[in-house]
C-alpha cells in the first residue's frame, strides 16, 4: 500500500502530514522551521520523520509534496528566494529526494493552498476564483480556468502590495498604502496600536468591534481596503468565487458581510463575485502539498483534513 | 483555393477583410454600423458583400470570423449585451451563416485584437502579457499562458473602470475615479475642456505637450492613472508585457517613455513589465477575426496587415 508525505513549510514551523492510500491524514507533525541553512535541514529532517513513520504504517511513500513561500520553481524544484526562510537558490527537492530516495515535488504554498480550495474546499466547482490568504502579510492565488496563476517570473499573487490608497501610510515594501498595511492581521495590529496607543492583535481588535472606536475605524479600513483590492482585480479577471483563508478569515461573518456589502457597492453594474470562507482553514497548504504529491505519484485521491 | 472573411463590427463603422490562402488581406471593406436589428443587417450584408468579393478573387470562402464590442458568447455565438449597437442576445453568428451559408465564428473584438498581437504583432512569443486598447474608453485583455482570459461570465478586461483615485472624478459607469476617466481618449477631452474652457481632442492635446500647461497636466494625469491600473495588475498577474493599442498608442514615445518610468517607480522591488505599442494598430481587431475564422476553419496562416 502506498501512501504521501505532504510538507508545508512556514515562517515558523513545518507542518507536515502522512496521507493514506485513501486520502485520509493517519498522521501529523509540527517541527520548528529555523532559518536559513537550518531550515533546510528542518524540511529534510521531517520528511525522514514522515517516512518512517510511514513504515509504521506499513506504507510505501508514493511521493512527497513540499510547499513554500518565496519565488518557488517548481520545475528546476528549487526555491528562488524565501525572505522569512533566509533562502537563495535553493535545491529543495533534490535535497529531500536524496536525504529520502522518494520522488519529490516543490510548489508554492499559497498557490497550493488556492488550489487545495478548489479541489476540496469552499471553492469546489469552481473555474475562476481569488483565494486571499490573510494573515501577518497578505498573498493571493488566481485561479483561471482551474488552473493557478504562476506569473512571467514566478511572482504573481502579489494581491497584499495592490495600491489601494492615494498617499496612503507606508509598507515594508517601499510604496504606499498597500492592502496589506491595512488589511492584514499585521497591518491592523500595527495601526491600532499607532492609532490607540497600546497594542491588540488582530483577534482582540475583532473581539472589540462595537465597543472600541479605534478597534471599529481599523476594521472599517481594513474592509474598504479590500473591497478596493478585490474590485480592481475582478473588473479585469471577473472571478465568479473569492475565498477569504488565513488567520483573519476566522472573524467569519464580521469580515465576510461588510466585504459582500461594499463589493456589491462598488460593482453596481455587474455581478459582484460570491465571497466564502476558506473550508481548509490552516490545512489548507498541507492539503495542496499532498495534492501535488498525488500528481507526481500518478493517483486521484479525494483529500480530506 | 479558400479564403476567409474577417469583420470587425465598431460602434460607427464594421471594417470588413477578405484574406488571401497566403495569409494577405486582398480586399477591404468599410460600412457604415447603425444601430440595434439595422447595425445586425449592416453586419450581414458586409459578410454577403465580401463572400462576392471572393468569388471574383476566384477564392471560395472558408470560413468567416465577426468580432463585436460588449458580452459575447462564443459558443452560443450570441451577443449578450452591446450597449453602444442596441443589441440584446442577439443570434448574430446564426444569422450571418443563414445568409452567406458559410461556418461563422463570433468573437470579442478587444480580446481578438489581443490575440492577434501575440500572433503577429507586438506581442509575438510572449505567454503573459496584457494589451490595453485605449480609445472613447479603455478595454484590456489579458493573455495567460497564452490564452485570453474571459471571465466567468464573459465579462473580462474591464480595466478602463478600474478605480485609480480616492474620491475620482465621477464616470458613466456610476462608480468615482475610473481609469477611463483619466486615460481614454474620450477622457482626456473632457477634462481638458472642462479645465481649459475651450475642447481639444486627445491628438491636439498630445500636440500641445510642452506648449500649454493644461494639456501637461491633464497627459501626466493621463499616465499616472495607467500607472496605477497596471501596477496593480502586475503585482497580481505578472504579464512580462504591456502592448498600447487604440488611438492614444499613436502618441508614441510620448505615452511610453513616462510609462514605462512610472511603472519602475511604483514597481521598484519587482521587475516591471516590458511596454510597447500596438505593432497592428487599427488592423488589430479584423486580424483577431481573421484568426478566428482560421482557426475554424482548420488553417494556420501568418496573417499580416
Redesign the interface.
Do not use: M
Given at each position: 500500500m502506498s501512501g504521501l508525505i505532504a510538507l508545508d513549510v512556514g515562517g515558523t514551523t513545518i507542518k507536515g502530514a502522512l496521507v493514506s492510500p485513501g486520502g485520509v491524514i493517519v498522521e501529523r507533525s509540527v517541527h520548528p522551521t529555523g532559518f536559513g541553512e537550518e531550515a533546510a535541514a528542518a524540511v529534510v529532517a521531517a520528511a525522514e520523520l514522515l517516512t518512517a513513520a510511514a513504515a509504521r504504517h506499513g506504507l510505501t511513500v508514493a511521493a512527497i509534496g513540499v510547499v513554500t513561500p518565496g519565488i518557488v520553481d517548481s520545475e528546476r524544484g528549487v526555491v528562488g528566494y524565501a525572505s522569512n526562510l533566509g533562502w537563495r537558490d535553493l535545491p529543495l527537492r533534490d535535497r529531500v529526494a536524496a536525504a529520502t530516495g522518494v520522488r519529490v515535488v516543490l510548489g508554492h504554498d499559497v498557490r497550493s493552498a488556492g488550489e487545495a480550495e478548489g479541489r476540496f474546499g469552499a471553492a469546489r466547482g469552481h473555474?475562476?476564483y481569488l483565494h486571499i490568504a490573510i494573515g501577518t502579510g497578505i498573498a493571493?492565488t488566481?485561479v483561471?480556468?482551474g488552473?493557478p496563476?504562476v506569473?512571467?517570473?514566478?511572482?504573481?499573487?502579489?494581491?497584499g502590495?495592490?495600491?489601494v490608497?492615494?498617499d496612503g501610510e507606508p509598507c515594508g515594501?517601499?510604496?504606499l498604502g498597500c492592502l496589506e498595511v491595512y488589511a492584514s492581521a499585521g497591518g491592523l495590529a500595527r495601526r491600532y496600536e499607532r492609532i490607540a496607543g497600546r497594542p491588540a492583535s488582530a483577534a482582540e481588535i475583532h473581539a472589540r468591534l462595537g465597543d472600541d472606536p479605534v478597534a471599529d475605524r481599523v476594521w472599517a479600513d481594513a474592509v474598504a481596503a479590500l473591497v478596493?483590492g478585490i474590485?480592481?482585480?475582478a473588473?479585469?479577471?471577473?472571478?465568479?468565487l473569492v475565498v477569504l483563508g488565513g488567520g483573519l478569515a476566522q472573524a467569519g461573518a464580521d469580515l465576510l458581510r461588510p466585504l459582500e456589502e461594499g463589493l456589491r457597492g462598488?460593482l453596481?453594474?455587474?455581478?459582484p463575485?460570491e465571497v466564502r470562507l476558506s473550508e481548509l482553514g490552516p490545512d489548507a497548504a498541507v492539503l495542496g502539498a499532498a495534492l501535488l504529491a498525488a500528481r507526481a505519484a500518478g493517483v486521484d485521491m479525494p483529500l480530506s483534513a
Open positions: 473555474r475562476d493571493a488566481v483561471i480556468d488552473r496563476v506569473g512571467s517570473a514566478g511572482g504573481a499573487g502579489e494581491l502590495h495592490v495600491p490608497r492615494d515594501c517601499g510604496q478596493r474590485t480592481t482585480h473588473l479585469v479577471i471577473e472571478p465568479d462598488a453596481a453594474w455587474r455581478t463575485p
